[in-house]
């Protein structure tokens, strides 16, 4: 599970939950535990009850307050949507009602609708009281009590009855024999699992102030939708299978914690020793990316060693800003050891949200090393050459478009960690949207750079032909498409600049139609993409 450098849970850990997970849940799914909070859960099968939502890396899972079962709520292979609704539930008051997050996740699943019978049987097991008069029922105002941590403190089974229970109490509080036969037969057919897919809907409502229950959801989902669809790619699962060589940098999943950061702290130390060679940099830097893509633990590790990062920023500076590279003039050697310095930056971003150290590093000194990082990794998307050489040019061309593609997907990295700073109300603002975008904004090429993702999503989309794209393309075009979003919303002079110079082209080339030929329906990202197409059409009118 995410913890922070003592062994602590980076949320507030809840100590009978975290034992009943370690004993209820295999070591493997235990350690993908991402998070879990207390709120109050609305599904087809329950109503109104307060429990913990438990996240993993590729599943949301949901458990009584205290914990009895634990039972999965959904895959996040099922997810199309998760929102959050500006309403005020009626079943809360006071300030639960004001400062509750209501969340809304919607998925497929092909399990029937759960109707009468299932809650039929659920009244028969649980204690009902009577019912309360019409004028007002237990269910249309749920009070959650505090205790003095700030969290809601339990309630009993009895306390969750919904309007639906009460419709069909008698005076004594009990549901008829007789009418329990008749709706059994009325609503039986209902209940055929007919094994069609269909919608659902899971409502959650988070009830502290702190909540983070929504960004780790997000984070969550864009992190699953990402991986397996690049695991459709059989080169990436390759990569990312575990490999018996136990080198340094290459962590085994299975292996201690222990001996991860005994690995991790030899390899740091040969990256970190003066005088390195740029070949010798080069492969570290594979060892030490391809590691973080096959264990999530080293990529904790990076964060809490604070040097590593400091040291790939301040050589990336060096690599593509440096003296040799004042006028744009990039070398194929700068330009490869810069990529590689970005794609293993972005792979250590991946599924460390909970990990305190990341936070902490790139917020310190008011976002020093993160507004470092955001200006170094932005260059000119317009190849400088020196010398007029046909097949020099297309070689550094080719290899500028590589780095253009692993930047936009560090940037991407970055305004995902910017989207949870916004909703936290950090101090001053600092690594909100804005506050990167704001950053990034004297940068001398970032009109230039900005113009080349645009450029990049019209011609994948505006291709005539209708071969789809890889999974590597599709995750890319996520990303670009998440980046140009930010640019429209939460910065004018970008959205000026993306409006001016690209509204004819969306509106002419780019077509629905063609962005779902393009995205099979069997990748897991192509359903957030294609909305994420249809927001940016609708921003560029």
Request: glycine share 4%; charged share 20%.
């Amino acid at each position: 599970m995410a913890r922070t450098g003592s062994g602590a849970l980076l949320w507030r850990r809840n100590m009978k939950l975290d034992t009943f997970l370690k004993r209820n849940t295999e070591r493997a799914v235990y350690e993908r535990i991402r998070a879990y909070e207390p709120c109050v859960v609305i599904s087809e099968t329950v109503k109104k009850v307060y429990m913990h939502v438990v996240l993993s890396d590729q599943r949301v899972y949901l458990t009584e307050y205290p914990p009895r079962t634990l039972t999965e709520a959904f895959n996040f292979r099922r997810v199309r949507h998760i929102e959050l609704v500006n309403d005020l539930p009626d079943f809360l008051h006071g300030k639960d009602r004001e400062r509750c997050q209501h969340i809304l996740i919607t998925y497929i699943t092909d399990k029937p609708a759960a109707r009468g019978r299932d809650w039929l049987r659920r009244d028969r097991r649980a204690g009902l009281r009577p019912a309360a008069p019409a004028s007002r029922r237990p269910s249309d105002c749920l009070t959650i009590p505090q205790t003095l941590g700030g969290y809601p403190a339990q309630r009993s089974p009895s306390e969750s009855v919904t309007e639906h229970h009460i419709l069909f109490l008698s005076d004594t509080g009990q549901v008829p024999r007789r009418l329990i036969t008749v709706l059994s037969r009325l609503l039986g057919r209902d209940c055929v699992n007919s094994g069609e897919e269909r919608g659902a809907e899971l409502h959650l409502y988070a009830v502290s102030p702190t909540s983070r229950l929504y960004l780790h959801l997000q984070s969550s989902w864009n992190s699953f939708i990402i991986r397996s669809t690049l695991s459709l790619d059989p080169l990436y699962r390759r990569r990312c299978s575990a490999s018996s060589d136990s080198s340094p940098g290459k962590a085994l999943p299975g292996i201690s914690w222990e001996r991860t950061a005994h690995l991790f702290a030899q390899l740091s130390s040969e990256l970190l020793q003066e005088g390195i060679g740029v070949e010798s940099l080069y492969l570290l830097l594979q060892e030490l990316s391809t590691a973080a893509h096959r264990n999530i633990a080293l990529r904790r590790l990076f964060w809490r060693s604070s040097e590593v990062c400091v040291f790939l920023v301040q050589t990336l500076e060096e690599s593509l800003h440096g003296c040799q590279s004042l006028h744009g003039v990039y070398t194929a050697d700068q330009l490869l050891l810069s990529t590689l310095i970005v794609q293993a930056l972005a792979v250590m971003f991946r599924e460390t949200e909970v990990e305190p150290a990341r936070f902490n590093l790139l917020s310190a000194k008011k976002c020093a090393l993160a507004s470092r990082m955001l200006l170094a990794l932005i260059c000119d998307a317009e190849l400088q050459t020196q010398k007029q050489r046909s097949l020099v040019d297309c070689e550094l061309q080719a290899l500028l478009a590589e780095y253009l593609d692993s930047a936009c997907s560090l940037l991407f990295e970055l305004l995902l960690l910017g989207h949870e700073a916004s909703r936290c109300s950090l101090t001053e603002n600092f690594l909100s949207v804005g506050w990167i975008l704001r950053v990034l904004q004297p940068h001398p090429h970032l009109m230039s750079f900005v113009s080349h993702q645009a450029q990049q999503v019209v011609v994948v989309l505006s291709d005539l032909q209708d071969s789809p794209l890889a999974p590597s393309q599709s995750v890319l075009l996520f990303q670009r498409c998440r980046l140009l979003l930010a640019c429209l919303q939460y910065n004018n002079l970008l959205a000026q600049h993306l409006r001016s110079h690209f509204r004819e082209e969306f509106r002419y080339f780019v077509k629905l139609s063609c962005v779902e030929v393009k995205l099979p329906p069997h990748y897991p990202i192509s359903p957030p993409t294609l909305r994420l197409v249809e927001q940016i059409l609708t921003l560029l009118k």
